[in-house]
């Protein structure tokens, strides 16, 4: 149910039964469970999805304090050599694996291995999902936060804009799932004091935005907030 409503775009539903469903999975099988990281991970999705990115930024610590506490004993190596041997060395589940090994890294401030095991679960996905394809641009971005958060700016536009040209031939070009992509661009030119791109991008976002969610919206709103505070940033306060 919760996955429905996600995909329906409505967060606060779906963020509901993300809670309700974690709930359970603590108590079916403990605090410190992989069922119960993954449970995390993918609230903290939904959470990214309505722009609570601080909470969102501590469920996904949460779930990479319990995959560290679990495997925390064993090598990297062993842990995906031995799901290669379960599922198959071009699986969506070795994909996963390193996706987690690469949260554990960033968590470590250890970029160059967060970076390459992304990069491993990125080849993965492309051949088995196509690298048109959802799981192929959520991974894209990840890296570009891995970059973004480190203040390399540069190399956090890279990733991301590889990954508008895969969402924009997924989707319509007024399709909500660009949102997010166009303010992050925008926020990512603000960093480099690129004002005007960064008005442009974000500028992408509200139109989008009007014909989603409507010109009264609380997101439309909030997009007007942030071209004001790009205007601020760049001293332009007539």
């Known amino acids: 149910m919760a996955t429905a409503y996600y995909y329906q775009k409505k967060y606060p539903e779906a963020i509901e039964y993300y809670h309700k469903a974690l709930e359970l999975h603590k108590k079916l099988h403990g605090e410190k469970h992989p069922s119960v990281a993954h449970a995390l991970k993918t609230l903290a999705i939904a959470m990214s999805a ?16 319990i995959f560290k506490k679990v495997h925390g004993t064993e090598k990297h190596e062993d842990i995906i050599g031995s799901q290669q041997e379960l599922y198959g060395k ?8 390193y996706c987690h090994i690469a949260a554990t890294h960033n968590y470590d401030k250890n970029i160059a291995q967060a970076i390459k095991n992304y ?4 080849e993965i996905r492309k051949k088995v999902f196509g690298e048109v ?5 959520e991974l894209l971005f990840a890296m570009g936060n891995v970059y973004f958060h480190e203040k390399k700016f540069k190399e956090s536009l890279e990733y991301y804009v590889k990954g508008l040209e895969i969402q924009k031939k997924l989707f319509k070009e007024a399709s909500a799932e660009l949102i997010h992509t166009y303010s992050t661009i925008s926020m ?6 690129k004002f005007d791109e960064a ?6 976002a509200l139109e989008i935005q009007e014909k989603v969610f409507g010109p009264k919206s609380t997101e439309v709103a909030n997009s007007y ?14």
């Open 50 to 65: 309505q722009e609570k990115y601080d909470e969102s930024i501590t469920l996904r610590y949460q779930a990479i304090d």
């Open 90 to 97: 071009e699986s969506p589940e070795v994909a996963d694996t």
């Open 119 to 122: 990069e491993m679960a990125f």
């Open 133 to 137: 394809s959802k799981q192929s641009y």
């Open 188 to 193: 990512i030119h603000t960093q480099n004091k």
């Open 199 to 204: 008005l442009v991008q974000q500028k992408r």
């Open 225 to 238: 907030m942030r071209m004001t505070n790009i205007y601020y940033s760049d001293n332009k306060f007539d």
